[in-house]
């Protein structure tokens, strides 16, 4: 009986980890899309000299970056460059710089979309 008990117990606990580990897994991906999401828009107003835009949305795009560096070890390294371009892209857009801004943006989403695919 002791044994069943502990088999079924094992087993549950196995699969709660797998349930839990697929949540956090998931909330992970749905910041790294959001800040995908963001970082597309901060580069199409950019190219357009959108200035402005360029910054909410960059900024939006890096709090969604920070998330999901957190939440998802294997993509850390690719988040954690995308944060530090997602930091430059503003510094520049505050400055009104439309065009360094965007290139620091093009390069942070190539580092979420990287994060994203594993």
Known sequence: ??????????????????LSSLAIASS???HAAEAIKHAEAAKTHGESGHTKVLLENVQESLAHAKAAEKEHAEARQHMTESIKHLEEAIAHAKQGHADIATKHTTEALKHMQDAAAK
């Open 1 to 18: 009986m002791k044994i069943k008990q502990t088999t079924s117990i094992i087993a549950i606990s196995a699969i709660s980890f797998c």
């Open 28 to 30: 992970a991906n749905r």
